[in-house]
């Protein structure tokens, strides 16, 4: 053959149109996207938004929190993001843009006071958190009768607890565990998530027997319809003294201050107490 | 679905991937020109590029984050230059997902470049044509298999990259929360219907990207061989 069949490798632009037509129309998404304003202008309609960086005990009372807030103002809406308390604090202290700082240690949000993004007179206490030992409904251990003996039942292979380096229930889980004198035997069962949060997923999903959890966590929606608890002692850890900040750098001070005044406020606290939260007279 | 975190996972994505077209295909080029000088250089640079395959999303994420905090030269520059901080923001995530995916895009187009038949492009110059012409016509045409590929590819990594932006964009709605990181947001919150629907998402993308390669693996690449 003197003639080649063609040159058909040259047109691969012509013999694929579905390739051609998702790159267009890729090309015209990207173009439109980027001329996107980041941020519109604010109207009256629009609700402010209120950043929020919150500890992962959180996330279940902060939807009812928010809800009820909004009762008073309707112009509000809050923008959680979620994380271990020292872990967001890291991110605060690299950069992290927020309005709200809420720390399930006070101690942080002292901290972010400290790293200057804060007025020390911006840091408030907002209550105590309880730990509980959580089970999922299935599980044979009685949970309520045992007590700490049941992270001992034969069935547990794994207790699922936060990272006590950076998540204040991790750290409340192992003094927990110390003062019932269990750290030493379940040491190698310790499952660690990267929050409370992590944590909870972990017993939840059954990948671990037994989690020490936050009780806003056990008494959220999820966990409350899935499984029962017993609620450790106080005096077996330090107190969890849950504590926040207005961030120094705050868009809309106005509107983070009237959250942070509806969350100190007996309506908030009332919220606040349906998870477990506790309001002792500070000394 | 967080209809948000998809549409920002898709701007990140193609911005992604028409930064590495303009980045790499230049480069990718020079990588696989044949003759001897540079040689050294061009394997340190092509070594460099392909770090991201091998290494840990976490370790580049940390280094990322390092690099890029308000105290750093990066970011002090960048701070000088915008007036914000790269971590956190858009920005940010966007220069991590460039830099974890240069390998995607470089590899695929090295390769089509290379097995491009160097006499095509010669022919083109004998007759006359300039260079730009050269690759308009020649180049571009006889590699686009391999240059398409690299940017579904490119585009498909970025929608999945989770441990980078989760490190170095933190999970900020509307902001750095695309939809891996919404996912692993939904696991923790045990929204697990929520989670199921963006995993079906990110199955669907995967799959697609897939099927346009192979769509254009079948059709012959330009080898040069057999005339």
């Keep these: 053959m003197l003639r080649r069949p063609s040159n058909h490798r040259f047109r691969p ?15 015209c998404v990207t173009i439109l996207g980027g001329c996107t304003k980041p941020a519109p202008p604010r109207t009256p309609q629009a609700p ?13 009372c902060l939807d009812a929190l928010t809800d009820a807030f909004q009762v008073e103002h309707p112009s509000f809406d809050l923008l959680p993001t979620f994380g271990a308390s020292g872990v967001l604090l890291t991110q605060l202290k690299s950069g992290l843009e927020t309005d709200l700082y809420l720390s399930a240690d006070i101690a942080y949000a002292h901290d972010l006071a400290a790293a200057g993004l804060a007025a020390e007179a911006d840091v408030f206490e907002s209550g105590q958190g ?42 409340a889980a192992v003094a927990a565990l110390d003062h019932l004198g269990l750290h030493d035997r379940l040491k190698e069962k310790l499952a660690i998530g990267e929050s409370a949060a992590q944590a909870a997923q972990y017993v939840e999903s059954g990948a671990a027997e037994v989690g020490i959890l936050p009780m806003a966590l056990a008494k959220g929606i999820r966990l409350s319809e899935r499984g029962r608890f017993w ?53 | 679905m967080d209809v948000t975190a998809a549409w920002l996972t898709f701007r ?26 540079g040689a050294g250089l061009r394997g340190l640079i092509e070594a460099v590029c392909t770090l991201p395959l091998v290494l840990p999303p976490t370790v580049a994420g940390f280094f990322l984050l390092v690099a890029t905090a308000p ?24 220069l991590a997902a460039v830099l974890m995916n240069l390998p995607y895009a470089i590899g695929p187009f ?56 989760l490190m170095v964009g933190g999970n900020i709605p509307g902001i750095t929360r695309t939809l891996s990181v919404a996912l692993y947001d939904d696991v923790q919150a045990l929204d697990h219907a929520s989670a199921a629907r963006t995993a079906t998402v990110l199955v669907a993308v995967a799959l697609v990207a897939l099927v346009i390669v192979q769509r254009l693996a079948r059709q012959p690449l330009a080898k040069g061989t057999g005339r």
């Design chain 1, 13 to 27: 632009l012509r013999r694929d149109p579905v390739v051609i037509s998702a790159l267009i129309v890729a090309v």
């Design chain 1, 48 to 60: 402010t938004k209120i950043r929020v960086a919150a500890a992962t005990d959180l996330r279940s």
């Design chain 1, 130 to 171: 309880r730990l509980v030992i959580w089970v999922r409904n299935e599980s044979p251990i009685d949970v309520a009768k045992l007590g700490g003996e049941a992270l001992l039942d034969m069935s547990v292979r794994r207790v699922a607890i936060a990272n006590p380096v950076h998540a204040p229930y991790g750290r």
């Design chain 1, 231 to 283: 609620v450790v002692p106080a005096e077996a850890h330090p107190p969890i003294r849950h504590g926040g900040a207005i961030h120094a750098r705050a868009i809309d001070r106005e509107a983070t201050v009237a959250f942070r005044d509806f969350l100190l406020s007996p309506a908030g606290r009332s919220i606040l107490a349906r998870y477990g939260f506790e309001f002792p007279a500070v000394p």
């Design chain 2, 12 to 37: 990140l994505a193609s911005t992604t991937t028409l930064l590495l077209a303009a980045i790499g295909l230049p480069l990718a080029w020079w990588l696989a020109a044949p003759h001897g000088r």
């Design chain 2, 71 to 94: 105290q750093s030269v990066v970011g002090r520059f960048w701070a000088g230059l915008t007036g914000s901080t790269l971590p956190f923001t858009f920005s940010g995530i966007l």
């Design chain 2, 110 to 165: 090295t390769a089509a470049f290379a097995a491009l038949d160097r006499k095509l492009v010669e022919a083109s110059w004998c007759l006359g044509e300039s260079r730009a012409a050269t690759i308009l016509r020649v180049v571009l045409p006889a590699c686009w298999p391999g240059i398409v590929t690299g940017l579904v590819m490119t585009f498909a990594h970025v929608v999945g990259e989770f441990g980078v932006v």
